[in-house]
């Protein structure tokens, strides 16, 4: 398993900065001259530290950023930190991969993933128990969402079958790389937190070239054009071959720079209003993994120091 991080925005950006960047007048106020002062040191002094990561793997890849229009809204707003409030997990040896989304500024989804990993690390396999046993204890305050596949190791059924647990509006897609379809699936509205230990989990079939697609609310971003899907744009960013690739082009394409007419964004736009993030996983190259090594990532807030 190999993680990276990436800058959020690359050395170039702030160059050519988009069109909503554009600096008001420095002499109309001593607030804006001191604000637009600070925002041309943003590079300088933030840029280095803000990053968004990915994870790979045999079978799945996944990564999860902060959202690049976010950062920049946020940082103009004169906020004191930055945050990603999107969780992602990933337990090759258990084949459990997860994302949770919780309010913002919050860190309960990685309180929650940091549960269910806990758990599992100490015997624990009855995922339904941990899980409901979490949405019962936290609180309603402490509510957020999850989408988590779990595909057993060493099965005897034919064909084999994934579990797949969905709670709030974290998303999930069962796809086949030889029908070309990608299907959304649906699981309870209630956040974990406030569905009183209802989630239960969905048994699905799995067939030769299926793979499926985890991510978070703020994929919206992905679509090419207004009359593009999710379920579509996914698809067509989605090759199982190259996994990482994939990803990566998710990534970019939902915080990207917008130039042109495109998702009745103005010329110049920045994508990335949300945190993003998105899980890949191809059941039939999952390996039969030993080592007890899992990652989270996200779920984290930063103060900038200003």
Request: with cysteine; glycine share 8%; proline share 4%.
């Amino acid at each position: 398993m190999c993680i990276e991080d990436h800058q959020v925005f690359d050395k170039d950006f702030f160059q050519n900065p988009p069109a909503f960047l554009s600096k008001p007048d420095l002499t109309s106020s001593s607030y804006l001259a001191n604000h637009n002062r600070e925002f041309a040191q943003f590079p300088i002094k933030y840029n280095n530290s803000l990053t968004w990561h990915n994870v790979t793997g045999p079978g799945f890849c996944g990564a999860t950023h902060p959202g690049a229009r976010k950062v920049l809204d946020l940082f103009q707003q004169g906020a004191n930190i930055i945050y990603n409030d999107d969780c992602l997990y990933v337990n090759p040896s258990e084949r459990i991969f997860a994302i949770s989304d919780a309010p913002e500024t919050s860190t309960y989804a990685r309180r929650l993933l940091t549960h269910i990993d806990r758990n599992l690390s100490d015997g624990c396999r009855d995922l339904q128990d941990i899980i409901n046993t979490a949405d019962r204890t936290i609180g309603a305050d402490d509510h957020a969402t999850l989408s988590l596949l779990h595909i057993p190791c060493e099965q005897t059924v034919h064909p084999p079958k994934a579990w797949i647990f969905i709670a709030g509006d974290t998303l999930l897609f069962h796809g086949n790389r030889f029908n070309q379809k990608l299907v959304r699936m649906n699981g309870t509205q209630h956040f974990i937190g406030r569905s009183g230990g209802r989630c239960e989990p969905q048994v699905v079939d799995l067939v030769s070239g299926d793979f499926l697609v985890i991510a978070s609310d703020g994929i919206s971003d992905v679509r090419a054009n207004d009359d593009e899907t999710i379920n579509e744009s996914l698809r067509n960013l989605t090759d199982v071959d190259d996994l990482y690739g994939s990803t990566l082009a998710i990534m970019q394409e939902c915080n990207r720079t917008v130039m042109g007419s495109r998702l009745n964004r103005a010329n110049g736009d920045v994508l990335g209003f949300d945190n993003v993030s998105v899980l890949l996983v191809y059941p039939e190259d999952l390996s039969d993994c030993v080592h007890n090594e899992t990652a989270l990532l996200g779920g984290w807030k930063k103060a900038l120091g200003r």
